[in-house]
């Protein structure tokens, strides 16, 4: 059995989300890049590979 996402890697994910909503209601746009927001461009970037294999946020936890 694999582990389940934890509260924390929960927390984490709701705040990174949060600062993408922001980020769009500014920018129009989802494309944060590392030299916008490094955090949040990073973030991003393993969420577009992470839904391109097949584990989006919401069926990450029922993959784990």
Request: hydrophobic share 25%.
């Amino acid at each position: 059995k694999k582990p389940s996402i934890t509260q924390e890697q929960e927390k984490l994910w709701e705040e990174n989300f949060s600062m993408l909503k922001n980020f769009h209601e500014k920018h129009e746009h989802t494309r944060a890049k590392t030299n916008d927001n490094p955090q949040l461009g990073r973030w991003v970037a393993g969420n577009d590979a992470s839904i391109k294999n097949g584990v989006s946020p919401v069926k990450r936890e029922q993959k784990s």
